[in-house]
Every structure is written in C-alpha cells, then in structure tokens.
C-alpha cells in the first residue's frame, strides 16, 4: 500500500489528548449517574435488524449500518429476486445484523428482554457510541456517543426534578456555568392545539412555534397560515408570543390560555410541581425555564421536554436533551411501562469546553515524569525509583534507548512532560536524584523520599 | 412484534453488575497503563476494507464483518460481475468499509496516519471493542474487547522489562496472585531450527512443540516424524524435552544447545537481560517462567514473546499475551518502525476472578442509601438530605412514588440496597433522619451531619 492510509468519513480518530479529555467529560457525566442512583448497562454494538427497523422511521431506516452476512450471503438470495437487482428488496436477505442507531431502542430491548430479572423502577445509564449513515458535516459524524440515563416503571415527577438536578450537577462539575435547562410539557402543546381548534395540525403549529428563535414571531405566523392554520387561531395564541420573564410568569400566562383545555392545565400542573420543587431545592448553577417553543421529536414524548442550552455567548445548539414516553418498551410488546430520560451530548459539550478554555491543565495525557536513560546500571537505578513513583500513582517513564541527552531532552519537550530526572555516577554514589522542572529550569537534587514530594 | 425480541448470538447485554464488575478491571489496567506512559488513543469501530482486509491471512478476511454501502448499492456492479452471483467477487463492490478485527491494525494505520504529529518513541494503549464473525462457542464471542498496549520505534529491551513489571502490577493489583509470566524469543526458535538443520520446518517444528504441554513428548515427536523433521534432528533436541528449572538454567541449557547459531544466541541474549533485569527489580505477586516452546503467532513476532497463565488451579487458558514485532507499520508504508506490546484478555481474566471470588464487595451496581416515598413533603425533606449525599460522592435515591411501605422495602432488598432511611412528621420536626442497616435490621436515628457518617 503505497498512498497514505486514511479512514471512513464521518469517523474520527482520538488523539492521546482527545481521548483524556473525553474521558474527562465521560467520568463527571457517570459520577453524577451514579451518585443518583442509576445503573450502568451495555448492549452489542449490532442488533438484530428487525430489532431496530422501522423504530426510526423510513429516514431513519435509511441511516442504520446494516451489516453483510458472513459466507456465501448471495447462496440465499432466491433467483427471481436478485433478478430486479433492487437494493432495498435484497438487503434484508443478505444482511441480518445492524450497527445501533441510537441507545434507546436497545435500551427498550433490553428491558423487555430482561425483564424478570429487572426490579422496577429501573434507573439506567448507558455510555456507548452509535452510529448513523449520515452525511458528514461539520459537529455531524457517522460514529458518535450518546450518554443517556433513563428510569422506566414510574410516572411520578420526582424523576424529572432529579434529572434537572442531574444536568446541573453534570454541567456544575465541569465548571460550565450558566448553562440554560429549558422545559416544556407535551400536553401543553396538545392543550394549546385544542384550545385553538387546531388539534390535527398539531405538529405542523409545534414545528413552526419551535423556529421562533430562529424566524421570528412574523416567520412563525407565516408559516403556520401556509400549513392552513387559520388568523383566528393564531391570533388566540398571541400570548405566546409574548411570552416572557420568569418561569412562574409564562406558566401563570399558560393557566390562562389553556384554562378550558384538561390535558393543557394538566401538563401546567407538572410542569408547575417541577418548577416549584426545583425552586426550593435550588440549582448550582444552572438556571431552570420554561419554554413553550420547545418540541423535540414530539411524536416521542407524552410529557416532560427538556432541552439544555450551553452558556451565553456560545454558539453551539443543544448540548443536552430529553424527555417522558409513556411507552416506550410497547414496540417490543410491553405495554404501560412509562419513561423519562435525558441525554448528553459529548461532542458539543467538548466543543463548548474547548472553546472557553475549560480543560484544567491536569486533564493531559502526558507523563509527569521522565528518567533519563545513561546506560545499562543507571537506567536499573533509574528503575527502581520509578517503580515508587508509580506505586504511588505517578506515571512514570524511563526513556528507551541511551542515547544523545539532546534527543532525550527534546522528547520530554515535545510530550510536555513537566519533569526530568538525571541520575547519573554522582547521583547513584549517594544515593540521590537531580530533578529538573522543565517549565523554569531548575534543578533540585533529592532523595528517593523527597523526589517522590516534588512531582507531586 | 409479539415474540420476545433477542440479540445476535455471540454478543451480549451487561447488566449492571458485570459493567461495574469489568469497568473494575478495566480501571486497574487503565490506571497502569497510565503510571506506566502510556497514552491512550481510540480509533473509529469500522476502517476502510482496504485497511484491514489481506491483513490477517484467509481465514482471517473471512471473519472481517463488512458493513453494507448505503442507498442503492447494487446500482454499481456491473451486469457481468452481478450475473455471476458470486458473493465473493461481489462483496467488494457492495461494501467498502468493515469492523475492526483487533486493535493492532488500526494503531499501525494510526501511526502511519498521523507519523508528523507523534512523538517517537511512542506508547500507546488502546481499549476498545473488536468483532470477528467466528463461530460462537463458551467463552469466545463475536463482540469482545481488547486492551493493548504497545511501544513504537524503540529496539531498547527495557520495554520488555516494563512489560512484564506491567503484567505483575495489573495482575497484582486485581489480587489475582500467583500468575506465571511465560516468556520466548522467536530468535532462540529459529536457531533451534538452525542447529538441527531445520530452517525450512521452524513453523512445523514450533507448532508441534507448542503442543507439549497437551500431547506429550511422544505427541510431539510422533507430530514432528510425521512432518518430515528427521529424526536425528528430534535428538538434538532432546534437551528442550527435559527443560526444567529456574529461568537462568532453562537459559544455560539453551546456550549450550544453540551455541553455534547466532541467531540463537542473540535470541538467549535478549532474554537473559530481562530475566536478569528482573530478578534485580523483583516482581509483586508473578512469576517470570522461560518456556521455549511458546510460539503464539509466530508469523507475527520477531523477538520477545510473552504469555500470561492464570493462578495455578485455574483451568482457564492464557489471559494475557505479546511480543515483539519488528515491522508493525510496514504494511502502511513506513518502514523500520520496532513495536512491542502486550494484551490483557478481558472476558477470561473476569471469569478467573469471579472463580475465585475476587471481586471486592465494594465493586457492586447498587445504591447505598435509599429514602423511602412518604409524600410530597416528606420527599422533599429526604431530597434536600439527598443532595447533601450526593455531594459527597455518596449514591443515595428517592422512591419515586409515595406508595406502600414494603413495596419501597421489597424495592430496597430485591436491589440490595444497604442502608434506608425513613423520614416522616416526627422525624421533620427535630430535623433528624431514621436510618435502618438493611443488613443487620438495626435501626439509628441521625442527623444530617452524623447520617452521612453513617452510611460512608
């Protein structure tokens, strides 16, 4: 292979860097999951295909890797079929298996094939990539984590006040303050829809209501008229527009819009319990709003949404979402098993954290500190000291190779490492070690004991 | 879908315990990887198939699992390639990217990748899932993963030395006491070959004598007979039948056996410095084993050879392994880069340690403290005790519903959650908190204060 070897597009490799930063990232979000309580699973990297088609729609389908059967696939393939020579008729018969799409399907799998052995509620975390078909583009990738927590077999909205606690615990820890939780309730929208007479447009009024950030409230109008929403309708709705200042205000504004819809004033209710109880719990950092813009997959929820978006003065879209479903295992055949959850989404969350230049120094992949090497009984010397160095949990190198003290010495610049250690004849005939601090050059001489202080 | 769904055999779903249970693990190799240098990197789940396929012999392409092309992917095989129907021939037409099969390819096509921004010598780790389509049986899977660490672009043997102290810091620090290191150097087999006049039958002759332990002297000689290998050539042998001993006399004996091979020699050579080195440095809880009839893939390593054998009793095979290559990135085009690295097998060393019962209590999926529901007040009382917890690193939860006492206990037993607490009127008026050892039944009544001493 004589060209430079490459890999897919869409996928990424982690430099030594990257990859402690992420992990970084990854250990505040499974610390905060497990201090609440959640349970950490982890399913294939590949279902059976039945097990994930058709959960995501056709676009969905679309995207999901499917994996070729191994053999003689094409020995299977009967005559008449491989006579069309029509892809989306023939790969269901070459290939079974398919890269997961997302963890919540898995997730309701999961639950449903375990179930006897699962006591309920069940709180879940799941860490792991997933992968899409999708066309690459800048933040987009075909390979990508999800960090998802979820609690299955209990509607009640303490749920959702922990996993506001969650977020701003997460987001508190990685000193990303100021992070916004925005929450909106799905009976709301509908409520909303019902009190304009407008409920089989539901989702055309939610998907235009949600571009308000970013058309206006003229853009919004506009294409709600298009999609035949009427002026009358719209114009009941004018509060929403309108809508302002602090949590309590919007849902005081809400209880007199929706104050003839049921479901409108129930989804108020929750949406009120959660707003109420996290005022008196208190945030660290982050601030709780309600937004009635907010929709998110709609078609999913049945109850809470909630979206986080990153600190002021950041543009970067959503760096956290989320949701109740109350149904989410029925597509494998269990029904009435309510759920809500939450996800992170590492990559915007680095972004983020890279950006306003959030990595504590602490968080490198380099070494604290390398020996250098001066032969066959000095590097032995060097050895030992080490060996301390490493039991106490210091990450410690003896330079490979005897060669120049320039080359040596570049390399420990190049990696950054912060100190060198020389020990040479002089150095071993008492016993000592010369420590030099490669940030201002100093040189100290110590004992094993005092070394093992100083690169600490 | 009315049957209940399932996975694609060969993978498998981790509940809780065994995520926490291998993260342990993987903890203890991570963390010495790291005070070792060693820096980690990950590369993307699939390569381009022209990056792993011809890599790992016939057998090998075999068991790759390619990922089918997206949209129309028959569009672009041609009508005479299509109409032969061999999938073969097809499969490259249809598929362009694949799983990896190991983690030793895509780090050699990482290092040619990225050759400008590393700084050699370069020691990576790398932990991350790989999938081969074997036949599934106890013990091997199709999703398993490997936890590598490698040294690039140094010839100096204090690797190997590193090495195996690597091993025994793992090994020791998990409390699986008692492993043998095994160690060989494919030089000392090529100059066995080399004095009985065999150089054409090294494979043969390694493949039978690797055997030893299984068939005996007689298997393995009846094997080499039948191979071709004389056998006059099998008498001046002899002595490797009959190795025993320390390290140093299994070394001695070689000497005398290939003194007049200088590959052989060199090959002692090697070996005796780490084995040397060693015994100066000592070893925590392993031990380091010379057994010249080692070979592991063979075709693959040009020095050191590393095995790893569980604690004597055991019946597990190896759950470690390595050894020396001296042209890793050839394959990509850079020559001459020297690598050394060893394995840890991740799903035998778990099954050793629960065999043996190893595994800490600590290392365990539950919750420490659970509140029990009593209402919305009372919840908001133990959530506000929660966070406190929380805060201190300690995982606590709330029953979510407010619903009969011994459904919240059967909760807490089925869970195995150690300690409840209970907090109603009385307990709200003082401001203290009930607190029952699910374990012993005691109950106590605390502070906040004391309460979160009570349940570290």
Redesign the interface.
């Known amino acids: 292979?004589?060209?430079?070897?490459?890999?897919?597009k869409g996928?990424?490799?982690?430099?030594?860097n990257e990859?402690?930063r992420r992990?970084y990232i990854m250990d505040a979000i499974r610390?905060?999951f497990?201090?609440?309580?959640f349970?950490?699973?982890?399913?294939?990297?590949?279902?059976?295909s039945?097990?994930l088609m058709g959960k995501y729609g056709e676009e969905g389908d679309?995207?999901i890797?499917?994996?070729?059967n191994?053999?003689?696939?094409?020995?299977k393939?009967d005559e008449g079929l491989?006579a069309e020579?029509?892809?989306?008729k023939?790969?269901s018969k070459?290939?079974?298996?398919a890269?997961r799409y997302d963890l919540t399907v898995p997730f309701a799998?999961?639950v449903?094939?375990?179930q006897n052995?699962i006591?309920f509620?069940f709180?879940?975390y799941q860490i792991q990539?997933v992968?899409r078909?999708d066309r690459p583009q800048k933040g987009r990738f075909r390979?990508f984590y999800q960090c998802d927590a979820d609690?299955v077999g209990?509607?009640?909205l303490?749920?959702e006040?922990?996993l506001v606690?969650l977020y701003d615990?997460v987001f508190s820890q990685l000193k990303l303050d100021g992070v916004t939780i925005k929450m909106n309730n799905r009976k709301i929208l509908s409520g909303i829809a019902e009190v304009i007479g407008e409920e089989d447009k539901l989702i055309d009024f939610t998907v235009a209501l949600d571009k308000l950030d970013k058309i206006g409230e003229e853009g919004v109008k506009t294409e709600m008229l298009s999609k035949g929403i009427s002026e009358t309708a719209i114009n009941k709705v004018q509060p929403l527009f309108e809508a302002s200042g602090s949590a309590e205000e919007k849902l005081t504004m809400l209880s007199g819009l929706l104050a003839t819809s049921k479901t409108g004033m129930t989804g108020i209710g929750e949406l009120k319990f959660i707003v109420d109880?996290i005022s008196?719990?208190g945030l660290k950092t982050a601030s709780l709003e309600v937004d009635v813009t907010l929709a998110r997959g709609l078609n999913y929820y049945t109850g809470a949404i909630f979206e986080v978006a990153g600190p002021k003065g950041v543009a970067m879209g959503s760096i956290g979402g989320g949701g109740r479903y109350d149904d989410l295992t029925g597509?494998?055949?269990l029904r009435d098993v309510s759920g809500v959850g939450i996800s992170f989404g590492l990559d915007r969350i680095y972004l983020v954290i890279e950006e306003l230049g959030l990595f504590p120094d602490t968080v490198s992949?380099?070494?604290q500190v390398?020996f250098m090497?001066f032969g066959e009984t000095e590097?032995?010397y060097a050895?030992?000291a080490i060996?301390e160095?490493?039991a106490q949990?210091?990450?410690?190198?003896?330079y490979?190779?005897a060669t120049k003290f320039k080359k040596q010495m570049n390399?420990a610049n190049?990696?950054a490492i912060p100190f060198v250690v020389l020990a040479g004849d002089e150095e071993m005939e008492v016993g000592n070690y010369t420590l030099k601090n490669m940030e201002n050059g100093t040189q100290e001489t110590h004992s094993l004991e005092s070394l093992l202080v100083a690169v600490t």
């Open positions: 292979m004589a060209q430079k070897p490459s890999i897919p996928t990424r490799d982690f430099s030594p990859v402690v992990n610390g905060s497990t201090s609440y309580g349970q950490p699973i982890e399913t294939p990297s590949f279902e059976n039945e097990t679309r995207l890797f499917k994996i070729l191994s053999g003689d696939y094409l020995r393939v491989y020579k029509d892809s989306g023939i790969t070459i290939s079974e298996k890269l799998r999961y449903v094939q375990h052995d006591t509620p709180k879940r990539p992968w078909a390979e609690v209990s509607t009640s303490w749920q006040v922990e606690q615990d109880t008196q719990l597509i494998f055949g992949a380099t070494t390398l090497n590097a032995l050895m030992k060996n160095l490493r949990g210091i990450s410690a190198e003896l490979p190779d390399y190049k990696r």
